[in-house]
């Protein structure tokens, strides 16, 4: 018996040494990864994390490992199971939650993320990301009261944080409170200068209010920033249609055409540039025809759009040049036949008047009033006939009228983590959530 028992402890032991082997190497493995994630050598830091979980299922931050290197290759779908099973191991750890309210964020199911995110501030009040991540998911599902409460927290909790204040900046934008949304950009670009995103913003809201010198100003700093983004142009040319610089508006929407030609809504704005040019030069066909080929263009990429092919039907003939109207019988008045001339018999010298008493006044005479001319009203000169103004049908044209297309504003380029900055999800200097582990 006491053999037995002897066998007994020493198995156990043996048991207990095994798994505190298996933790060990657990542990080896999932270091080994992260050092294959850090140097971006993705399918072997996968590879290291499954091993470590074969070795030690309980292990959260192998899953955390997991979900991070399949957020890494895009594959965000493959990182839920995992970050799921770290939050079911460590319920208490607010970074495994923000992880997965990433990645529904970068899937845009924006309701689950705005849940997991409530659960990080829920565990963490004070959670800068995490506020501006519900900031971004609310903004994105219309809830813009929740919203607003969400970036005007995470500015207070960080004023230096520059995404959170041009999200607060989009937010306002919404809500119609344009000094406030203005006040928000300028705040957020002041903070990080270098936020094309911010600027189109910014550039914008001052279009919104009529301020076109100072909209012109923040897009082409957004321009220079980020030249090869179409908003930025499309934002540009309607500036300077506003400001009726149709030349400068058609070369920002030329480029975006020829290099996207399915882009329709940019060729129904470059059309409707093209006819305002050919209402104000009608001698200048090429115009028409241009803004016709547009619209062409745009109908065969889009068919329904029934307005345009109005505008088709409208201008499929050029305004009549004006010789091929015809003659307006000219209104003419006969003269006036001649009226005698008015004349006025000169009045008599009037004697001297004297008085006794005083001395002798020099005769006082009116000279006698020369002959009024005669009045005569000549003819009335013959009206030309009308010439037809250059402007013709700029206000009475009949039929639809060109419209030009305003690209609907944007939420810092709809970022899918504004915690990190523009150019690529999750390449942010690491937050505290980055570093859990």
């Known amino acids: 018996m006491k053999r037995i028992v002897t066998l007994v402890v020493l198995g156990a032991c043996v048991c207990g040494l095994a798994a505190g082997c298996h933790r060990e190497e657990a542990l080896y493995r999932y270091g080994t990864g992260y050092v294959h994630l850090e140097a971006g050598r993705l399918d072997e830091a996968i590879q290291e994390f499954e091993s470590a979980i074969e070795l ?68 963490n009040p004070d959670y800068v990301p995490a506020r501006v991540n519900l900031g971004v998911v609310y903004f994105r599902l219309g809830d813009l009261d929740k919203a607003e409460t969400n970036c005007q927290l995470a500015t207070e909790l960080d004023p230096q944080h520059a995404f959170a204040w041009s999200n607060l900046g989009a937010v306002y934008d919404a809500q119609g409170e344009m000094h406030r949304a203005v006040a928000a950009y300028k705040q957020s670009i002041g903070l990080d200068a270098d936020q094309a995103p911010v600027h189109v913003n910014l550039g914008t809201a001052y279009l919104k209010q009529g301020r076109y010198d100072e909209a012109l100003e923040e897009l082409k700093r957004a321009a220079e920033l980020d030249p090869a983004n179409p908003v930025v142009r499309k934002r540009l040319a309607y500036v300077y249609s506003k400001q009726k610089r149709y030349g ?39 115009l028409r025809q241009s803004a016709l080929e547009q619209w062409h263009a745009s109908l065969e990429t889009h068919p329904d759009q029934p307005d345009v092919r109005k505008q088709v039907q409208q201008w499929a003939m050029p305004i009549p040049p004006k010789s091929a109207e015809p003659a307006k019988p000219l209104e003419t008045k006969p003269a006036e036949p001649a009226k005698p001339p008015e004349t006025k018999p000169a009045e008599p010298a009037k004697p001297p008047e004297t008085k006794p008493a005083e001395p002798a006044k020099p005769p ?74």
């Open 248 to 286: 400068a508006a058609i070369e920002q929407l030329q480029p975006l055409v020829d290099g996207q030609p399915n882009d329709w809504e940019t060729r129904n704005s470059l059309a409707a540039i093209y006819m305002i040019l050919y209402l104000r030069y009608p001698d200048q066909d090429r």
């Open 364 to 437: 006082e005479t009116k000279p006698a009033e020369p002959a009024k001319p005669p009045e005569t009203k000549p003819a009335e000169p013959k009206k030309p006939a009308e010439a037809p103004d250059a402007s013709a049908g700029k206000k009475d044209e009949p039929g639809p009228k060109p419209k030009i297309i305003v690209p609907k504003n944007i939420f810092g380029e709809d970022p899918k983590d504004p915690d990190e900055k523009p150019g690529g999800l999750f390449l942010d200097p690491k937050s505290p959530g980055e570093d859990a582990g």
């Open 56 to 123: 030690d299922a309980d292990l959260a931050l192998a899953y955390v490992g997991l979900g991070d290197a399949w957020r890494e290759k895009g594959e965000f779908e493959k990182a839920i199971d995992p970050y799921r099973r770290a939050v079911h191991e460590k319920p208490a750890e607010y970074t495994f939650h923000y992880r997965l309210g990433r990645v529904y964020q970068a899937l845009e199911r924006d309701t689950e993320a705005a849940g997991t995110y409530e659960n990080v501030v829920g565990l």
